[in-house]
């Protein structure tokens, strides 16, 4: 990447992805928009707990456009998303973040999220 210009190659990989995403049943992405375009999104997606049988709402993705970072976009995402999870009787919202992502760690925290310390994420990549 040439500064804050992708290549064609990371474009088309965007591209795809999205398209995936958006072909993916219980996803869903909102925009945040400003004047002069979309400033951030934030990826949800619906599944079920198994131990409730209750609906809850993942959150899969945030993001800000660096210079509207620090203006409230993020949290008037999860504002909107917290709004649909409690529209459709979700029991939680859940995320996920590195743990060295301090500024996003500060924002869940701010908006009541948790950490839970006997919870860990694993994963097998195929």
Request: charged share 20%.
């Amino acid at each position: 990447m040439h500064g804050d210009h992708p290549s064609d190659g990371q474009v088309a990989r965007c591209r795809a992805a999205l398209e995936r995403h958006l072909r993916a049943d219980g996803s869903l992405f909102l925009l945040a928009r400003a004047a002069d375009g979309v400033v951030g999104f934030i990826h949800l997606c619906w599944s079920v707990s198994t131990s409730t049988g209750l609906p809850l709402l993942c959150v899969e993705g945030l993001y800000t456009v660096p210079a509207y970072r620090g203006q409230g976009v993020a949290g008037a995402l999860l504002r909107h998303a917290e709004g649909l999870a409690r529209e459709r009787g979700a029991h939680r919202l859940q995320l996920e973040t590195d743990q060295d992502n301090l500024p996003t760690l500060h924002l869940y925290q701010r908006f009541g999220f948790e950490r839970l310390p006997r919870k860990q994420v694993h994963m097998k990549f195929l």
